[in-house]
């Protein structure tokens, strides 16, 4: 049975649809709307309509039905002030990817970091947010942190940013990466010891990243004690915030540093002791999240996987025979 009146606008019914969970029967009712309310010069609302349109379509697969309902969509999006809204949209199908029949990407627009840096210029405050730390992770995937940490920077003066502490410090902490990699350490520092002044007693699991920070930027100085001891205090802090990826990276840290060390079976410890903490919390998903970092550690490892597993298992066994004998 349908949930929309058959008497019902064309939008209404759409609406009906969406609910519903009728994807491609909302669609085209979404796309006769929008034209009518087009022929009626109603700019804002066709914009609107003619936009969510062009999402549905690329969620659903029809990236070249998409681009033509943007495309439509653009006059009216202009006079109404929804420029920003329009290439926010065609930035997020463009980065889906290629789709529907066709393929391909549209021939009017082929990279998606174009479309997002329209997005930042043109939409409003929320639009140009999002397009900024979409933009700040394109250069991150491009191998560019410097241009990363300037997005990132370009965030940060947004009123709704600055408004908001944690996710301020979430942002500060995002750029001091980008600045340490990009070889900015003093700036990194910076960024980190102002994020720590906007952090409260609820904020491990971002107190858990800046510590994890600072002790990859000890790491590469080789000061491995005090790297240790700020992964430990990672981990301390995501485990008090039961922030399980949190817990998951300073755990990864932590072995990756005794590796560096040439503490082969402690680094399994650090492994093996997370496997075991994770399936008391979460039962075999949290068993789960350890195995990527299991497979990668023997993989890394090749053929003296086994000779640290078994060094393991006898220091093991010897610490229950010391802590039996000492009762």
Same mark, same amino acid.
């Given at each position: ?49 003619? =936009? ?58 082929? @990279? ?11 939409? @409003? ?14 250069? *991150? ?31 500060? =902490? @995002? ?78 840290? *932590? ?29 075999? @998903? ?42």
């Amino acid at each position: 049975m349908s949930n929309s009146h058959p008497s019902a606008p064309p939008e209404a019914q759409a609406q009906g649809l969406l609910l519903a969970g009728s994807l491609d029967q909302a669609l085209p009712l979404l796309v006769q709307s929008g034209r009518r309310l087009l022929l009626e010069d109603q700019h804002e609302r066709a914009a609107r309509v003619l =936009i969510s349109a062009a999402r549905l379509s690329g969620a659903l697969g029809g990236t070249a039905e998409a681009e033509a309902l943007l495309s439509q969509a653009e006059p009216a999006a202009q006079r109404a002030g929804l420029l920003g809204d329009l290439w926010r949209a065609r930035a997020e199908l463009l980065s889906r990817g290629p789709g529907g029949d066709s393929g391909v990407k549209p021939k009017t627009q082929k @990279d998606p970091q174009e479309a997002w840096q329209k997005a930042a210029t043109l939409g @409003d405050e929320r639009t140009r947010r999002a397009a900024l730390l979409r933009l700040a992770e394109l250069r *991150i995937v491009a191998g560019d942190p410097g241009g990363a940490a300037g997005h990132y920077g370009q965030a940060l003066v947004l009123p709704s940013v600055v408004e908001d502490r944690t996710l301020r410090a979430s942002l500060l =902490i @995002d750029r001091a990466i980008c600045l340490q990699a990009a070889g900015d350490e003093a700036g990194s520092e910076a960024d980190l010891l102002q994020a720590e002044t906007l952090l409260g007693p609820e904020d491990g699991g971002l107190r858990s990243r800046l510590y994890g920070q600072r002790a990859l930027t000890a790491a590469q100085k080789e000061r491995f004690a005090e790297a240790l001891r700020l992964a430990a205090a990672a981990r301390n802090e995501a485990v008090d915030a039961s922030d399980v990826m949190a817990y998951m990276s300073s755990v990864v840290l *932590i072995a990756s540093l005794h590796m560096q060390m040439g503490e082969e079976v402690a680094a399994y410890d650090d492994l093996v002791r997370a496997r075991v903490s994770l399936k008391d919390l979460l039962g075999s @998903d949290g068993e789960q999240l350890v195995a990527p970092a299991l497979a990668a550690f023997a993989e890394r490892l090749g053929p003296r996987y086994e000779t640290v597993r078994d060094r393991w298992i006898e220091e093991r066994r010897a610490q229950r025979t010391n802590q039996e004998s000492s009762r």
